[in-house]
Nanobody
């Protein structure tokens, strides 16, 4: 099983990034998918999740209205569109696949700074 994130980088406050996580080695459509983040010196926190069926989504309060999670089961990929980025969004972002087992990606760095 592999989860490979991409799309991170350096962006100015107010800017946008789109993260992708390509998943292989499991039945993608059967898994609930989530994005987490971990800032320096802080614990990892859940950011957004999308259900396996129907695509119901949920968000951390501080990102509601700015971030959008989506999935493409044909491409085995989950996305996180991040708009109106703030310095406090700076973190390593991880995707997670959850069903009977849990799998994590290696993370991608997002830095929001002027």
């Amino acid at each position: 099983v592999q989860l490979v994130e991409s799309g991170g980088g350096l962006v100015q406050p107010g800017g946008s990034l789109r993260l992708s996580c390509v998943v292989s080695g499991l039945s993608f459509s059967q898994y609930t998918l989530s994005w987490f983040r971990q800032a320096p010196g802080k614990e990892r926190e859940w950011v957004a999740g999308i259900a396996r069926t129907g695509g119901n989504t949920n968000y951390l309060d501080s990102v509601k209205g700015r971030f959008t999670i989506s999935r493409d089961d044909a491409k085995n990929t989950v996305y996180l569109q991040m708009n109106s980025l703030k310095p406090e969004d700076t973190a390593v972002y991880y995707c997670r696949a959850l069903a009977s087992n849990v799998y994590w990606g290696q993370g991608t760095q997002v830095t929001v700074s002027s």
